[in-house]
């Protein structure tokens, strides 16, 4: 029990019958958050949920539990395939959806509890074809979207669910929430997989008319589907580019199960790689070499996918593998767009290893090409690797020389993505300088960029880099505060800097 200095957060955990390990992990959670952060914030965590009252009363009555509910601070609703038990006496479907809308209802009075409500990922191919369960909550998922009045969070394993309980319920105790509304979910497709899509309809539906005037029913039955496949590819698009992400997936997991065209398997790939869904990423890459027979330049691009997949993953001699298949059919092609692209994702590969003489020969290599062709966005992308090698160095008057080059293209180009990573790269010059005002101004400006697109990679890096000015400064819990907020997003997207980010907390917390 908590004694009467401490403040005491209590903490509900509703979820149907098929998560027992996450809620053994719940558990785990708060007793450890008591065991260290508890103390020196001042407060003691209470778990609460169906267990408790099933141990004081020795039957599992639905209104002791929804007391525990009344009386929670922090309402925490985790949900995987199942729906949950029956509610004969119930108006609701189940009685986890009855604890919910309990806590949903008190909320909208009162403000209270806070409401955190997490989903375990679910395979793509059991989304495409659901049960009943699944189902229900695929559409509770689309619910949330589209009210927004509670934010969404996804989870892979029992293990990642207790760092997400963990990082919340930190935030809860020190009043460091984000709004519900301050981080939206949205995915941007490139543009050019929206151009050729709006190109291929255009045709598709001038032939229908064609083909109709023939009298040729079979062709125009044919033409009229693949113009509606490509429509659905586009509103799918589109319905990720507003944050509906689960309207998106339903659209492009059937979509991509379907069809044979190689636009909509490669707009696909891009959602899903944007979203963290790399298996089902690599599955539709897999699907379109298949597809692709003997055309070359469909087998190069795949490749070159399936290497920025296996680099995600951190797999660099795999990804270099296939980077190399990549660029060998695009030199065979005489394709410069392709060889330059080739040579900067192996720029990356290099890098990342450390390797910077042969990083800086590749970036150079793939620089030289796109100046040739007068392509500003390559150019751009290029000179702010460049930076970044010659940043590595400690050469920083040259690193900064090559993003400011890299941003007056960015910003001539009115492209935010490439802004907001110049900013940042320019705040890490300032901040290795000890110039900390002028680096947190970077740091802030690329930031609310990523904030405005809802690109979570980038709100962590700024998370990150600003927790790293204030530590310098000597302010740790301002440090702590946005270091927390980076590896919460770090865990959402998966990314290994989750585990730089938590031995930095250490390290502070020592």
């Not at 009075?109 to 495409?128: H, L, N, T």
């Not at 030199?331 to 994702?345: I, Q, R, T, V």
């Amino acid at each position: 029990m908590a004694t009467d200095s401490k403040r005491t957060i209590k903490v509900f955990m509703a979820s149907p019958g098929d998560l027992t390990k996450e809620r053994e992990k719940f558990r785990e959670a708060i007793k450890h958050l008591n065991e260290g952060f508890g103390d020196g914030a001042n407060v003691e965590y209470e778990p609460l949920g169906w267990e408790d009252a099933l141990a004081s009363t020795g039957r599992r009555p639905q209104e002791i539990i929804n007391r525990k509910i009344d009386e929670c601070d922090v309402f925490i609703l985790t949900m995987y395939r199942r729906w949950g038990q029956k509610a004969p006496d119930s108006k609701y479907n189940s009685y986890t959806e009855e604890e919910y809308h309990r806590a949903l209802n008190r909320w909208k009075k009162s403000k209270a509890p806070e409401i955190f409500v997490f989903f375990k990922r679910v395979d793509a191919a059991s989304e495409g074809d659901p049960g009943p369960q699944l189902c229900k909550v695929i559409e509770f998922k689309r619910k949330l979207e589209e009210t927004r009045q509670v934010l969404y969070h996804i989870f892979d394993t029992p293990e990642s669910f207790q760092k997400e309980v963990d990082t919340h319920l930190r935030e809860y105790a020190r009043g460091t929430l984000p709004p519900a509304d301050a981080i939206q979910n949205r995915v941007e497709i490139p543009v050019a997989n929206l151009e050729e899509l709006e190109e291929a309809k255009e045709i598709a539906e001038k032939r229908t008319k064609e083909a109709e005037k023939a009298n040729n029913a079979a062709e125009e039955m044919r033409l009229r589907l693949e113009a509606e496949q490509l429509q659905s590819a586009e509103d799918a698009a589109e319905l990720s580019r507003e944050g509906k992400i689960e309207f998106a997936r339903e659209k492009l997991t059937k979509l991509t199960a379907e069809t044979m065209d190689i636009r909509i398997l490669s707009l696909g790939f891009e959602f899903f790689y944007r979203t963290g869904d790399l298996d089902t990423a690599e599955g539709i890459l897999d699907k379109r070499l298949e597809l692709s027979e003997n055309n070359l330049p469909e087998i190069a691009a795949a490749w070159g996918n399936l290497g920025l997949v296996y680099k995600t993953r951190g797999e660099l001699d795999r990804a270099e593998e296939l980077y190399r298949k990549s660029l060998a059919i695009e030199e065979e092609l005489g394709s410069k767009e392709g060889m330059a692209a080739n040579y900067c994702n192996l720029g990356n590969v290099y890098q990342t290893r450390g390797e910077l003489d042969r990083a800086e020969d590749m970036y150079r290599k793939s620089l030289a090409i796109e100046e040739e062709l007068g392509h500003k966005e390559g150019m751009a992308n290029n000179y702010g690797s460049l930076g970044v090698v010659y940043q590595t160095r400690g050469e920083l008057a040259r690193a900064e020389e090559l993003y400011r080059k890299a941003l007056a293209i960015e910003e001539e180009l009115g492209r935010k993505e490439g802004m907001a990573s110049n900013y940042g790269n320019l705040g890490l010059v300032y901040q290795t300088r000890g110039e900390l005002d002028r680096a947190e101004e970077l740091y802030r400006k690329s930031l609310a960029i990523e904030e405005e697109l809802g690109r979570k990679e980038g709100m962590a890096n700024n998370y990150g880099n600003l927790g790293v000015v204030y530590q310098t400064r000597g302010e740790l819990d301002r440090a702590e505060e946005f270091y927390e907020k980076a590896r919460g997003l770090y865990r959402e997207i998966r990314s290994p800097n989750e585990k730089l980010i938590e031995n930095w907390l250490k390290e502070l917390r020592k």
